[in-house]
Structure formats: structure tokens, C-alpha cells
T-cell receptor, first 112, second 107 residues
Framework: EPEVTQTPSHQVTQMGQEVILRCVPI?????FYWYRQILGQKVEFLVS????????KSEIFDDQFSVERPDGSNFTLKIRSTKLEDSAMYFC??????????FGNGTRLTVT | AQRVTQPEKLLSVFKGAPVELKCNYS??????LFWYVQYSRQRLQLLLR??SRESIKGFTADLNKGETSFHLKKPFAQEEDSAMYYC?????????FGEGTQLTVNP
């Protein structure tokens, strides 16, 4: 069964540095998402992406965040200048439309 | 705005006992509801969606619009059911999750 893949599985960075989290959605899917989960808290929606543009974003997704689909397969989340409170598990997900979301294994981001 | 509430953060039962994980939602339109499961150190996996009305791994969930609930049930819990369970509601492109319930099934 095809899966959403995310790299790296764990990223450690210093406060103020830029990070890029990478995702390869399922190949025939059209809708892409980023979610995050701060330790001990619930899974929170960040952004959805369709047809090469953001279709919806949450209040968490401020100017420090950006998403990109640089080629036909990758979907990236960039955090421009990381803060301590950005430490979390970041999940990528994709769907073909009305089908349920398929999630990746996540990237654990630790900001020191 | 849509909201999903899972009142129990932790739930512990013995193997073979019935289990019910509660989920309530608030949403003004017709909801599309899901249950996702996360086994230890694994990805979020779809367990159920209300429109399919199927039973997966012995779990069922019925949408009760009157009570705005979508509780997850299983008549006989197994040790391998121990996991984190998330109820979620989808509106347009956004999936909103509840806080999650950590289910532990003891031998």
C-alpha cells in the first residue's frame, strides 16, 4: 500500500535557524497538509495545499512558515527562524479528494 | 467553528472487557467524522469514517446527530488495541482533531 513518507525523522536545530521538513505524498493525491503536535497536546492543523497554492491555513501558520511543492513529488514545510515553541512533531498528510487523509510518520523537530 | 471533544485522556480496561471511547463534536453543518489510531511510534492511521459504516478490527462508531456524538466501541478489547485514539471532524479541507484518548488494555 502506498505511503506518505517524511524526512528526516528527527531534526535538531538551534533557535533562529531555518529548517525545511520534507514530505513525499502519495503519488496520485492532489491535496496536501501539514499538521503539528506539541508534546502532550493534540494534533493541530497548520495548512492545506491544493493546485499549487495554499487553500487554507490556521492562525498558527504565520509569516515564519511557508510551504512549497518544488517538483512533482515533494511537499515541503519551511520554518524561517525557529523558536523554542516550534518544537513538535510535524505530520504531513495527503488525500485524493473525498478520501480520508493518509499521514506520514512525522518529523520530530527539536529547537534548542 | 468546528470543535471535537474527547473527554477522557486516559482509559484503561482489561482484556475481553467492552470499551467505549467518547467523542462529541460541535459543527453547524453536516459533519464528516473519523476515528484515527496511533500505535506506539507509528503514524496516524484511519480506523473508521462514519459514512462507510463498517467495522474495523471489531470497532464500530455510530454518528448520533441528536447528541452530537461519535463514540467508538468494541465489545471485547484486546491487548493489541492499546494505542492513542483520535476523533476528527472534516470541514472542507481541514481536519480538526480531538485531544485524543490513550487506551490501555491490560492482560
Amino acid at each position: 500500500e502506498p505511503e506518505v513518507t517524511q524526512t528526516p525523522s528527527h531534526q535538531v536545530t538551534q533557535m533562529g535557524q531555518e529548517v525545511i521538513l520534507r514530505c513525499v505524498p502519495i503519488s496520485n493525491h492532489l491535496y496536501f497538509y501539514w499538521y503539528r503536535q506539541i508534546l502532550g497536546q493534540k494534533v493541530e492543523f497548520l495548512v492545506s495545499f491544493y493546485n499549487n497554492e495554499i487553500s487554507e491555513k490556521s492562525e498558527i501558520f504565520d509569516d515564519q512558515f511557508s510551504v512549497e511543492r518544488p517538483d512533482g513529488s515533494n511537499f515541503t514545510l519551511k520554518i524561517r527562524s525557529t523558536k523554542l515553541e516550534d518544537s513538535a512533531m510535524y505530520f504531513c498528510a495527503s488525500t485524493g479528494g473525498n478520501s480520508p487523509l493518509h499521514f506520514g510518520n512525522g518529523t520530530r523537530l527539536t529547537v534548542t | 467553528a468546528q470543535r471535537v471533544t474527547q473527554p477522557e485522556k486516559l482509559l484503561s480496561v482489561f482484556k475481553g472487557a467492552p470499551v467505549e471511547l467518547k467523542c462529541n463534536y460541535s459543527y453547524s453543518g453536516s459533519p464528516e467524522l473519523f476515528w484515527y489510531v496511533q500505535y506506539s511510534r507509528q503514524r496516524l492511521q484511519l480506523l473508521l469514517r462514519h459514512i462507510s459504516r463498517e467495522s474495523i478490527k471489531g470497532f464500530t462508531a455510530d454518528l448520533n446527530k441528536g447528541e452530537t456524538s461519535f463514540h467508538l466501541k468494541k465489545p471485547f478489547a484486546q491487548e493489541e488495541d492499546s494505542a492513542m485514539y483520535y476523533c476528527a471532524l472534516r470541514k472542507n479541507s481541514r481536519l480538526t482533531f480531538g485531544e485524543g484518548t490513550q487506551l490501555t488494555v491490560n492482560p
